[in-house]
């Protein structure tokens, strides 16, 4: 990629809200046809993705470890993990929606971490990689991680239909709230990274 066939590399940059070409500012400026403020990038994409990115590897741990529910029949209790729930789906009979909740509950966050964290590498380490290939990769990354809260849908279901007034009830746990909590930082820190600053890294 030449360089100076880049907006940045002739000194413009678009407005983020309207599209309208602009001279790069030297200080703060503002766009003349909306008055949002002018960026050749996104202000501290880098960090701000970076941190969003470690809280949501902080709480994935305990989002798989502790119960996500408890089905609680007759008074006596069983919490199911993720995990749990998908074995317990397997030996009913269930493969294909065990393997949806695999994939949905599981494999997507960890991928989409996975996936987030080679890319801040990337723009760290100044890797030359083939920017095309990885604008993709991010561009997955922001488009699955919407399809990432299958558990929580299911939860949320499950509370409204199981509720049988004492005979039998479901009780989130606390692993929903962190799994929850994966999801909507793992979006923020999608949306948070800028990826042009893969590009800005290719010689």
């Not at 360089?3 to 766009?31: F, M, V």
């Not at 990038?41 to 408890?70: D, E, K, V, W």
């Not at 993720?82 to 074995?87: A, C, F, K, N, S």
């Not at 509950?105 to 083939?130: D, M, T």
């Amino acid at each position: 990629m030449k360089k100076n066939n880049t907006a940045l590399a002739q000194g413009l940059c678009r407005c983020h809200d309207c599209g309208r070409l602009a001279q790069i500012p030297i200080s703060d400026a503002l766009c003349v046809r909306c008055s949002c403020q002018l960026h050749a990038r996104l202000p501290h994409s880098f960090q701000r993705t970076l941190a969003l990115l470690l809280s949501g590897t902080a709480l994935y741990i305990p989002a798989n470890l502790f119960p996500i529910m408890t089905v609680t029949r007759l008074g006596v209790g069983e919490p199911h993990t993720i995990l749990g729930g998908i074995v317990e789906l397997i030996h009913s009979d269930m493969l294909p929606i065990a393997m949806l909740v695999l994939v949905a509950s599981i494999l997507v966050p960890l991928l989409k971490l996975l996936g987030l964290s080679l890319l801040l590498l990337c723009v760290h380490f100044r890797w030359q990689v083939n920017a095309k290939r990885w604008t993709q990769m991010y561009r997955i990354i922001s488009f699955v991680g919407r399809w990432s809260m299958l558990d929580i849908f299911m939860i949320s279901i499950l509370v409204s239909l199981v509720n049988l007034g004492g005979v039998a009830q479901v009780i989130a746990g606390s692993a929903a709230t962190a799994f929850g909590a994966v999801v909507v930082l793992t979006m923020f820190a999608a949306k948070s990274f800028d990826p042009r600053l893969i590009w800005d890294v290719q010689k």
